[in-house]
C-alpha cells in the first residue's frame, strides 16, 4: 500500500477519533525523528565556517569595490623571487620535527605529482577569487554581524556543478597580519579552541617554502561519521599582506580507511592584510581576513547549507575567542609552536607578478547580489526548522523504513516553504 493509498484510507474512516489515530501511527514515527533533529541541532553547532574576501564593497554588499585600496601600495623592498624559484615544490629533503613521532621524515625524492602540492595556479586563483575576476557565479549575500571588537559579513553561492561556496570578510581590532597568519596555521592551538578539531599532525613539509600537508580529523555529531582531511598548505607574502591557500590533496603516508571518512574536494584560503581602525585615527591597527571555503563532507548540499547558515555566527564568534585568546599567549611570551613558525616561512612576490602570471586573460566580473539578511523581528519560523531538523537526523542515519531520503528531503522543502508562507518575517 502506498502512502498516498494509506492517507486515504483514514480520511475514510467513519469517526474523527478513528482519523486521528490512524494519522499518529503513520507520522508519530517522523515527528519523533524530527524533534530528535532539533535537540540535536540545539545542542551541536557545526564549525564549518572559517571564511574571509577582497574587492567586494564589504561595507555595502551592492557596490563591491571602492573599499578595498590595492595590495601593491605599500609594497617595500621585499624579496622578489621569478616563477623558477616558485615553482620550486618540496624538492627540498622533508625533515623530522622535534618530539613528533608521526612525521614523515627521511630523504624522500622530489613530489613529480602536479596536483599533489600547492602551487603558482592555486596562488593564481585565490588571487582571482580576491579581485572578483574569477568568472564564477554571482554571490548572494547571507550575514552581517559585528562586535565591539569585529565586524563579519558573508555570502554564499551555489556553482553548476560542486557543493555550495562560501566568501567571509571579517575584521578584527587591534590585530595584526603576522599574527593572525600564525593563528590560522597553528593547529596545537587551534585544538584548544576548535572542538571539532580531534586530530592534527604535520605529515610532510618543505623548510624553504614553507609547504605542508598535515592530516586532520574532526568530530561530527553521532549521525554521522567523523571526517578525515589531508589538505595542502602554504603561503605567499606580498608586502606585508599574506595570500594563504589550503586544499585537499593527495597524501600516500595516510591510507584511505572506511571510518573516518576521507573529504576529497576541500578549498580553504585566506587573504589578509592590515587595515585602518574603525576609531577613523589613521592607523593600520585592524587586519581584514578574507576567506573562500567550500568542501564536500558527504552530506546532501542542502542540509549542509542549512547547517552552514544557523552554525556561521557562532563558529564566527568561537573563531575570534580562539584568536583573542591566542593574542593573549603570545604577549605572555608562550613559545611559538611549530606549526606557527612553519607559517613564518613564506614565497614573497611582487604584487606586480601576479599581474604578469595572469597575462592577458580576461575574465568577466563576479557579481554580487545585495541579499542582505532578514532581521528575525518575526521569530524563528519553526515549522522550517522542524522539518530540516528531522530531515538531517534521517537522511544522514535512518535510510531505511518507510520513507526515502528523496521523499523525506521533498517533503522538508514543501513544509518548509509552507512555514515560511504562513509566519512571513518582516522588513
Known amino acids: 500500500m502506498t502512502l498516498v493509498e494509506a492517507f486515504l484510507e483514514i480520511l475514510e474512516r467513519p469517526t474523527m477519533g478513528a482519523m486521528i489515530i490512524g494519522m499518529i501511527q503513520i507520522l508519530g514515527p517522523v515527528w519523533i525523528a524530527f524533534f530528535i533533529g532539533i535537540m540535536v541541532g540545539w545542542a551541536w553547532k557545526p564549525g564549518w565556517a572559517s571564511l574571509g574576501k577582497r574587492k567586494f564593497d564589504f561595507s555595502a554588499p551592492s557596490s563591491p569595490s571602492a573599499l578595498i585600496p590595492s595590495p601593491v601600495e605599500g609594497f617595500g623592498s621585499t624579496q622578489i623571487l621569478d616563477s623558477s624559484v616558485l615553482d620550486n615544490r618540496l624538492e627540498n629533503e622533508r625533515v ?21 602540492v600547492v602551487m603558482n595556479e592555486d596562488l593564481l586563483h585565490l588571487y582571482h577569487l580576491v579581485e572578483r575576476k574569477d568568472g564564477g557565479p554571482p554571490w548572494k549575500h547571507m550575514m552581517d554581524r559585528s562586535t565591539q571588537n569585529m565586524s563579519y559579513q558573508a555570502w554564499q553561492r551555489d556553482p553548476e556543478n560542486g557543493p555550495p561556496q562560501y566568501c567571509c570578510r571579517t575584521v578584527y581590532e587591534d590585530a595584526t597580519p603576522d599574527l593572525l597568519r600564525d593563528f ?92 585602518e581602525s574603525r576609531k577613523r585615527d589613521g592607523e593600520l591597527s585592524a587586519c581584514e581576513v578574507i576567506l573562500f571555503h567550500h568542501e564536500d563532507m558527504g552530506i546532501p548540499w542542502e542540509i549542509a547549507r542549512f547547517g552552514v547558515r544557523q552554525g556561521m555566527w557562532g563558529s564566527v564568534r568561537n573563531i575570534e575567542r580562539g584568536f583573542r585568546a591566542y593574542q593573549k599567549a603570545r604577549a ?24 604578469i602570471l595572469e597575462g592577458e586573460e580576461e575574465s568577466s566580473e563576479t557579481q554580487i547580489l545585495d541579499l542582505p539578511e532578514k532581521p528575525k523581528d518575526g521569530g524563528v ?42 509566519c512571513p518575517r518582516t522588513n
Request: proline residues 7%.
Open 381 to 422: 519560523n519553526i515549522p522550517k526548522l522542524l522539518i530540516f531538523g528531522g530531515a538531517i537526523l534521517i537522511a544522514c542515519s535512518l535510510d531505511r523504513g518507510l520513507l526515502t531520503k528523496p521523499l523525506i528531503l521533498g517533503v522538508a522543502r514543501t513544509f518548509g516553504n509552507i512555514g515560511k508562507r504562513a
Open 184 to 275: 590560522f596555521w597553528d593547529d596545537e592551538f587551534r585544538m584548544k579552541w576548535d572542538d571539532m578539531l580531534i586530530h592534527a599532525a604535520i605529515k610532510e613539509e618543505c623548510p624553504s617554502t614553507g609547504t605542508m600537508i598535515v592530516h586532520w580529523i574532526r568530530k561530527f555529531p553521532f549521525f554521522c561519521s567523523n571526517r578525515e582531511y589531508t589538505i595542502g598548505r602554504r603561503i605567499w607574502e606580498s608586502g606585508k599582506s599574506y595570500y594563504c591557500v589550503t586544499k585537499g590533496v593527495p597524501c600516500p603516508s595516510v591510507p584511505r580507511k572506511d571510518k573516518p571518512r576521507r573529504v576529497d574536494l576541500y578549498y580553504s584560503s585566506w587573504y589578509i592584510q592590515a587595515l
Open 96 to 116: 623530522e620535527l622535534p618530539g613528533a613521532d608521526n612525521v614523515v621524515s627521511s630523504s624522500s625524492k622530489r613530489r613529480k605529482e602536479e596536483n599533489a
Open 332 to 355: 605572555s611570551g608562550a613559545p611559538v609552536s611549530h606549526p606557527a613558525l612553519m607559517a613564518q616561512i613564506n614565497t614573497k612576490i611582487d604584487p606586480d607578478y601576479l599581474q
